[in-house]
């Protein structure tokens, strides 16, 4: 039973994120194309526009290396416990995302704010997920639990969001 009202809180909770995170960044983006016409491209727009791609293709791999069964398969010690599989997968992912910090000078606001929610997400649902967790919980039960809520609620990940939003704004620069 606890488990089935933490999956029903998760996915709430994702639901009501990821619900105010496409409104928040619709309406910037609606904002930012009204004060903002484009630029004619000449040279050093062109190199610029090569940087905006190369950082949009970053991040793009960065929400993949950060989805959790992705992390949980590159990442999976069979010999940790619930609490340092859970530290490996958080520290993980903080890795990742200051690996690609910097891309956010290349790419729209709006861009950058849905991969730091994505991830913030995915650190929230580790957390909830292992507070669950009885104190002599596995690494692996730890896994298998957040596979598990991955499969019963898959829009309970925001990756494919924030992924189309990356890539149709990259296609947007071509």
């Known amino acids: ?11 709430f909770a994702v639901l009501v994120a ?6 928040f960044l619709k309406q ?10 484009k630029p004619t491209p000449d040279e050093t727009g062109v190199s610029t526009r090569q940087l905006q791609l190369q950082a949009y293709e ?21 010999d940790l416990n ?5 530290s490996l997968l958080i520290h993980s ?13 290349y790419v729209s606001a ?12 995915n650190l929230l649902i580790i957390n909830q997920v292992a507070s669950y967790l009885p104190p002599e919980a596995s690494g692996l039960d730890l896994n298998k639990h957040l ?7 898959p829009k309970a990940s925001l990756q494919n969001i924030v992924s189309d939003a990356l890539s149709y704004e990259a296609k947007k620069l071509m």
Do not use: C
């Open 1 to 11: 039973m606890d488990s089935n009202l933490l999956i029903i809180a998760v996915v």
């Open 82 to 86: 619930a609490r340092e599989m859970q």
């Open 147 to 153: 596979l598990e809520l991955l499969v019963q609620s």
């Open 93 to 105: 992912i903080r890795q990742e995302f200051e690996h690609n910090i910097t891309q956010q000078i």
């Open 28 to 37: 910037r983006k609606e904002l930012k194309a009204a004060a903002n016409p």
């Open 110 to 121: 709006e861009a950058w704010d849905a991969v730091r929610n994505y991830k913030e997400q």
């Open 58 to 78: 970053r991040l793009i791999l960065l929400t993949d290396r950060i989805a959790l069964p992705n992390l949980i398969q590159r990442v999976n010690q069979p």
């Open 18 to 23: 990821g619900t105010l995170a496409f409104l």
